[in-house]
């Protein structure tokens, strides 16, 4: 952690001054000729993602506002970018009524003045810079340098009451299987039912289960903060097709091309994790999404082995259908590739593929496949994907006739070999 901007650019540096093939490729959020993390919120337009689809899901989105509280300064990467991001999706109907990170906690129950967060967000300061004459009559400012601030800076997670908690910052295991229960209200319910983890390992697996149990809807920080993760491997792609130079030349259309792509993955598993939360009634969010990727793995390693059957112009396809349509519209996109490694696309090709059969199908249904052995199934998917849409294209646009196709795919699948 703490890896600065600088820093990145060093290891890049260093990797061309030992001859790495790909010296672009080395590294992620590179602060020129990349996608810098803090810079363009990539993590954090992935956690709101999450985060609405969840107050939907409580109908939390029908009130006049909602409430969250945060870790993380506004000087942070992901909780910054939360608090533009909050601004810009909501609006007034989002109100943060408490924030602490290393330097100090704000709290307010009637919600902390949006122009005096951004203020803090654009200059880069800390939370214990917040303007108490911003505040209403029962906020408060302290600051981690008193006795009596550090304590309340350490427990707002804890105690203040909000319809949604996002961790964006803090240390790991923060709440755990010994002070979960601090997190509850005197009558048992938790003190925000709805926790979106942008920080990674914020919570242990053990208090996330018996939270879960207490009435949170918890999305984990696999499945919430993984849009930074992707974005990396877009970054990393781009390095091995495009020279530093011509990424800087295409990254005002880049970048925004990513996030769109991003906000689309983290909407597709926040409509699949929820639909299965939602139906089958017992197992907790977090379980899912611990199902979810280890079903996503298993398809995934199941199906590197099926890549030979393909044909030429499939593989091409579905490494294409990956990127972002700048790299898509590369006119010698095909020479370019011949330098990605064969290993790489492979890998591509899997993840394309097991990523149309995941998500498109229910949970149970893949399952079902991967316990009848059915090595092929996300190929055959694929394949009946593409019929359907060249016949919905010959046929035109009929009564009824899109429906129909969209369950084309599935039928095929559950047909016996």
């Known amino acids: 952690e703490q890896v600065l901007p600088e820093d990145i650019e060093w290891i890049v540096k260093r990797a061309e001054t030992r001859q790495h093939p790909t010296p672009a490729a080395f590294m992620s959020s590179k602060p020129d000729a990349g996608i ?15 985060l609405d689809h969840t107050l939907r899901h409580h109908g939390l989105l029908d009130r006049d506002y909602f409430t969250v509280k945060m870790t993380g300064g506004p000087d942070g990467d992901v909780a910054g ?13 989002a109100r943060i009524v408490g924030i602490a990170d290393g330097s100090g906690v704000v709290e307010d129950p009637s919600g902390l003045a949006m122009p005096e967060l951004l203020r803090l967000v654009e200059a880069d300061l800390p939370i214990a810079m917040f303007d108490p004459q911003c505040l209403g009559p029962k906020g408060k400012v302290q600051s981690a340098d008193t006795l009596s601030g550090a304590k309340a800076r350490n427990s707002m997670h804890l105690r203040v009451v909000s319809d949604a908690f996002i961790p964006a910052g803090g240390r790991p295991n923060t709440i755990n299987e010994l ?25 242990t697996p053990e208090a996330r289960e018996h939270l879960s149990k207490s009435g949170c809807t918890i999305v984990k920080d696999s499945s919430c903060n993984k849009a930074g993760v992707i974005c990396s491997s877009y970054e990393i792609l781009s390095g091995m097709l495009l020279t530093p130079e011509e990424f800087l030349q295409t990254k005002a ?24 939360y939602a139906n089958e009634g017992t197992t907790s969010l977090p379980q899912h999404c611990i199902q979810l990727s280890a079903l996503f793995n298993t398809v995934k390693d199941m199906t590197v082995d099926e890549i030979p059957t393909l044909s030429e112009e499939e593989y091409h396809h579905l490494v294409c ?18 330098h990605v490694p064969i290993a790489y696309q492979n890998r591509m090709v899997a993840t394309a593929l097991a990523s149309q059969l995941v998500y498109e199908c229910t949970i149970p249904v893949v399952e079902m496949l991967m316990a009848q052995g059915q090595v092929d199934a996300a190929v055959r998917f694929y394949r009946a994907k593409m019929a359907a849409r060249k016949l919905q294209v010959e046929l035109g646009d009929a009564v009824g006739i899109t429906d129909l196709l969209e369950a084309l795919p599935t039928g095929v699948l559950l047909t016996p070999r």
Not at 321 to 338: M, N, Q, T, V, Y
Request: proline share 5%; glycine share 6%.
């Open 36 to 50: 810098n993390h803090k810079e363009y919120g990539v993590t954090s337009e992935g956690v709101q993602v999450f």
């Open 81 to 93: 970018n939360m608090i533009k991001i909050l601004h810009r999706e909501y609006g007034s109907k």
């Open 179 to 203: 002070n979960w229960q601090q997190y509850l209200q005197a009558d048992g319910q938790p003190s925000a039912a709805i926790i979106a983890e942008g920080a990674n390992l914020f919570i």
């Open 253 to 276: 259309e880049f970048v925004p091309q990513v996030v769109e792509l991003l906000r689309a993955r983290a909407d597709q598993e926040a409509r699949l994790l929820l639909t299965a």
């Open 321 to 338: 259908s990956l990127l972002p349509p700048s790299l898509k519209a590369l006119p010698d996109l095909d020479r370019r590739l011949a």
